[in-house]
């Protein structure tokens, strides 16, 4: 399965995720294309690459949560680093009989990064299961 053929119906649990949890959403298939983003500053994005954060999840099939990025030895080797405007990560792999077909990653505002430390195991679950 390709995300890219459900392109439309991914921007739409984006789009209602980003609403109801006051967060960025994105959405990236294995080929590295984002099929799927709530980024509200397009001019400012950054590419994804295999080392980036979310390319790490696709490459490592494993979920990943930044709190602060200034802590995070993935984020202190990323050439993004200065640009980015990311500071809290929680992403989690896409797998589709058992093969990691993408990435969804939630980019949470320092702000609200204490709300989601309380209940990450209940935040993983539910990315997981979309």
Do not use: W
């Not at 991914?10 to 949890?21: C, F, N, R, W």
């Not at 980024?39 to 950054?46: A, L, M, T």
């Amino acid at each position: 399965m390709e995300l890219t053929t459900i392109k439309q119906s991914a921007e739409q649990i984006a789009t209602t995720i980003s609403k109801i949890m006051e967060v960025d959403v994105v959405v990236v298939d294995n080929q590295l294309e984002r099929i799927a983003d709530t980024f509200k500053y397009p001019h400012k994005q950054i590419d994804i690459r295999t080392n980036s954060i979310v390319g790490s999840i696709i490459v490592t099939g494993r979920h990943l949560v930044i709190e602060d990025k200034r802590y995070s030895d993935a984020c202190q080797s990323c050439p993004d680093l200065q640009t980015c405007d990311m500071e809290s990560i929680i992403g989690v792999p896409i797998i589709y009989k058992d093969k990691v077909i993408g990435a969804v990653a939630l980019i949470v505002p320092p702000q609200r990064m204490l709300n989601f430390k309380n209940n990450f195991d209940h935040v993983l679950e539910f990315l997981k299961k979309m």
